[in-house]
């Protein structure tokens, strides 16, 4: 055969391998497609709220059902959703009044999961504190977040229904834990560890059982890849499901406390101290969400509740 005839030959056959693949013959590279993990980018405040996140992320959880879950670190919550609305992430978890305002206010968002309930802030108070009942609110300086915190908002309401009405000074987390030791405010609304922090210090613990009903924590995708991925979407929630039954049959385990510190940087101490009440579930309590919702209404913060429009329809019997 001569020079000529060669090059046509190894053409036609570099041309026609795409063919015979696509014909049903052994094909590599279907097989390759058919194996590589769904990719799905969740942008994350680091939290011991989160912990499921980091369990399932740390013991192969998401491995097992071919998802690459990359973690991506922002400052807070608000940033987390901004990430996934702008597409630089698929999911985040967050306080569940950041995405129902996000959602009422055309987000395009979706709730599909819970991470935990009840709500586990509370009211903490220096060990001389006079305060014992909600009409001792009155007038009072009191550090917590965000007025749409939903702790805030129902200690706020519990207040009121007791005919009192205190002064909300936004700090969170270590500046709020501050303020409380410095006697610069008269109590703090955390949440945990920053909680567990405060109490060991000897702070107060009062109206725990304010925001007892109140749920705590959301998933939230963003509407590109619950229709687009909307099965591994359903294997990441039975993955974070996973973790929870793991971290719930004992919450202080050596693993467990060891992921939260990786993670948070919490102090050990205070995460064994209050790890068993972050009660971990994938189950949406719609009621309790909806009545945060009309709190936001009443608020101000948002025109319309979206209710049940702020869930996943493609979780409709799943997680709902």
Not at 138 to 167: H, M, Q, Y
Request: some cysteine; proline content about 5%.
């Amino acid at each position: 055969m001569n020079g000529h005839l060669q090059r046509f030959a190894r053409l036609a056959i570099a041309v026609a391998l795409p063919f015979v693949a696509a014909a049903g013959f052994p094909s590599v590279y279907a097989a390759e497609k058919e194996q590589r993990p769904t990719r799905i980018v969740v942008a994350d405040a680091k939290t011991t709220h989160h912990l499921n996140l980091y369990v399932a992320k740390e013991l192969g959880l998401f491995k097992k059902y071919n998802l690459d879950v990359q973690i991506v670190e922002v400052n807070d919550n608000a940033a987390s959703r901004d990430l996934v609305v702008s597409g630089g992430a698929d999911l985040f978890w967050s306080c569940p009044t950041v995405a129902i305002a996000a959602i009422a206010n055309g987000a395009p968002i979706k709730t599909i999961a819970q991470v935990k309930k009840p709500c586990t802030s509370v009211l903490l108070v220096p060990p001389e504190s006079k305060i014992s009942r909600l009409q001792d609110l009155d007038s009072k300086e009191i550090a917590g977040i965000s007025p749409t915190c939903e702790a805030v908002i129902s200690l706020t309401s519990a207040a009121r229904n007791s005919g009192s009405k205190f002064n909300l000074q936004r700090l969170a987390g270590g500046p709020a834990i501050s303020a409380l030791e410095s006697r610069r405010v008269d109590g703090a609304i955390l949440e945990e560890p920053h909680a567990s922090v405060a109490e060991l210090a000897g702070h107060k613990v009062l109206f725990r059982e304010v925001s007892a009903g109140i749920p705590c924590r959301t998933i939230n995708a963003s509407n590109r890849i619950i229709a687009s991925n909307p099965t591994q979407l359903k294997d990441f929630v039975k993955a974070i499901q996973e973790a929870n039954e793991i971290i719930l049959a004992n919450p202080i385990a050596d693993n467990i406390v060891k992921i939260a510190i990786d993670y948070t940087g919490a102090p050990r101490e205070a995460i064994i101290h209050g790890n068993h009440r972050l009660l971990f579930d994938t189950r949406l309590a719609v009621d309790g969400l909806n009545a945060l919702g009309d709190e936001l209404i009443a608020q101000g913060s948002i025109r319309e509740n979206p209710g049940n429009n702020a869930y996943a329809k493609e979780f409709k019997g799943i997680t709902w």
